[in-house]
């Protein structure tokens, strides 16, 4: 795939792709590999914080209730 005519904003200002340095470019990837890693962090706690409820409605259910 190629860069041409891409165009990227930073910081309110937008720039050609093909423009920046690769030094840039590659900061770029990196931005994109920690926002993609991010994401999946996220869906992972998300997950994980259902298991948790689910878990806890068990213990309740789990635990005798007293009757007096």
Do not use: C, W
């Amino acid at each position: 795939m190629t860069d041409r005519g891409q165009k990227i904003v930073i910081d309110g200002n937008e720039y050609l792709l093909s423009s920046l340095s690769d030094e840039a470019k590659a900061q770029i990837g990196n931005l994109q590999f920690v926002e993609s890693e991010i994401a999946r962090l996220k869906a992972k706690l998300a997950v994980a914080s259902t298991a948790k409820l689910a878990y806890q409605a068990a213990l309740k259910n789990a635990i005798p209730t007293e009757t007096h």
